[in-house]
């Protein structure tokens, strides 16, 4: 079983999230939060195997969370999508530890093939964000 939290400031893409990825065979979403301080306190008791975590909490303080989160829990994947993605940016999360990058307006199976990729153990990069 592929468990999964998410972390985004919006409800409804977190609703999204969990209706997308909850309708997966074999996956389960475990945590849902609006705020990086709730999802790290939810996720370090419990480590999920991906997290999914918006752009949107900004790049110094996402870059800061995702290297925290990779020493607390190495094993766990950390996915960060947004509505925009440079290359740059990119491989800054990867290089902090992310294990995927996606684009909020990526389609769904591009989406799901992120999560998937990154709950086996994979790295995995949109390719349009590369492009």
């Known amino acids: 079983m592929d468990?999964?939290?998410?972390?985004?400031?919006?409800?409804?893409?977190?609703?999204?999230?969990?209706?997308?990825?909850?309708?997966?065979?074999?996956?389960?979403?475990?945590?849902?939060?609006?705020?990086?301080?709730?999802?790290?306190?939810?996720?370090?008791?419990?480590?999920?195997?991906v997290v999914v975590i918006d752009k949107v909490f900004g790049i110094p303080a996402l870059i800061d969370w995702v290297r925290s989160l990779s020493r607390v829990n190495p094993r766990t994947g950390i996915v960060v999508w947004g509505a925009a993605m440079s290359e740059v940016e990119a491989l800054r999360f990867l290089h902090a530890g992310a294990k995927g990058v996606v684009r909020k307006t990526a389609p769904l199976d591009v989406l799901l093939e992120c999560v998937l990729a990154v709950a086996a153990g994979n790295t995995w990069v949109d390719e349009q964000v590369l492009a």
């Open 3 to 49: 468990t999964v939290a998410i972390c985004d400031m919006e409800p409804v893409a977190i609703e999204g999230l969990r209706s997308l990825l909850g309708s997966v065979e074999g996956m389960r979403i475990v945590a849902a939060g609006t705020s990086l301080a709730d999802t790290m306190e939810s996720v370090r008791g419990s480590p999920p195997g």
